[in-house]
């Protein structure tokens, strides 16, 4: 019981820090959602696009595509 008495402060500050660890993990896990959602609306968009012939299907690759061929 002393040994607590004696490093209480510590106790609540690694606490703290841990808990706002574990907050901001959690809304970063929400963001990576919402984007995740995001390219998939985008995703529907372009195809639409297509589809109606608005946007020609060379603006569509997905840039892993572009990458392979630049090498990159």
Do not use: R, Y
Not at 4 to 19: N, Q, R, S, Y
């Amino acid at each position: 019981m002393e040994w607590f008495k004696k490093h209480a402060d510590t106790v609540t500050v690694l606490g703290g820090i841990l808990l706002a660890v574990l907050w901001m993990n959690g809304k970063f896990s929400d963001v990576n959602e919402k984007f995740s959602n995001l390219e998939k609306e985008i995703a529907v968009i372009k195809t639409v696009l297509i589809m109606k012939e608005i946007m020609p299907v060379e603006f569509a690759v997905h840039h892993k595509q572009i990458e392979q061929k630049d090498g990159g």
